[in-house]
DNA sequence: GGAAACTATTGCACTCATGCAATACTGAAG
DNA sequence: CTTCAGTATTGCATGAGTGCAATAGTTTCC
């Protein structure tokens, strides 16, 4: 191996270290949410958040959970009145569910909280750097393409 | 507010996008680790492997979480052969949690993974694009500061 | 030497997530 | 209308993580 004159080398350790940075962020961003939710828990109001009217089925489907797992843990969820349980009136069968209010403050809290943060830091960088940096970002969000929606993978068990 | 013409703003665009890309290259490099650790029992190994010697009060108190839970996380964890429990010499009422080969392995592992999906993004980046993204990374990391071994934060409770 | 402090562990209790098998409806197809 | 398929839920069981309190072994400090 040459060295470290290697660029993509060396852009690999530079993204490495940025990556740690922004995955840092994301989680403490979720931090606090303990004491609101599991995280599995918040997978799925983040699901439910971005399909607005989804059956209990199709949650599980998401979350890759079998359909009994998903009807428990939207059964905590509605304790808590983070969602709620509609029937559905075209097929009485199906069961709609839909974010409360709260449900959704708390999703939009937890993306607004990683927004702040992530804006402190381009606020610590010189102008017309950041000018650079928005040209390398959408370089590299080209090529690392869309993600489709991040938090939702956050699952791992998880 | 004065529209998209803000670079910070732009900025920040930009870096919400690239932080859900780089996030979920995080979660993809740690999926299929369900099948041999829980999520807490992964951020235990991340840590023992950041520090060789650690006692289980120390453990406790990187993960936050309460000496008995980390005795029995442990428990689970040497079951595993991922990590060696032995008592230490100087004071015996200790004792000193190791890595076993393993779990150092697959610590490697996700590492490994999450580096080469990275290589791989940038290796979809022109030439003289890498070397103005390293620039702009450079600056970026500068701002952001260290981050203190992210993986760990994944935490959440998890 | 004995009390006080520290370490690890275990007993007990609880919540969550999880899946498999029923069960109960409802709708669709014949 | 009867059977078949789809949907949600509940019963049952298990494993994990969690903390508090009690226990046991060691050091340390008078």
Avoid: W
Wanted: glycine letters at 2%; hydrophobic letters at 45%; proline letters at 4%.
């Amino acid at each position: 191996m040459s060295a470290a004159a290697e660029p993509a080398e060396s852009a690999t350790e530079s993204l490495v270290t940025a990556s740690r940075a922004l995955v840092a962020i994301a989680a403490r961003s979720l931090a606090g949410l303990e004491e609101q939710v599991t995280l599995p828990q918040y997978r799925a109001l983040v699901v439910l958040a971005s399909r607005s009217q989804l059956r209990p089925v199709d949650l599980a489907d998401s979350l890759d959970v079998s359909p009994s797992t998903a009807t428990r843990m939207c059964d905590r969820l509605v304790a808590k009145e983070l969602v709620e349980r509609v029937h559905s009136d075209s097929d009485r069968r199906e069961v709609v569910l839909r974010l409360s209010a709260d449900g959704r403050a708390l999703v939009s809290e937890v993306t607004a909280r990683r927004r702040r943060e992530l804006r402190k830091v381009i606020a610590r960088i010189p102008a017309e750097d950041q000018e650079r940096l928005i040209e390398a970002l959408r370089v590299f969000n080209a090529a690392a393409g869309e993600a489709p929606e991040s938090v939702l993978a956050l699952g791992m068990s998880l």
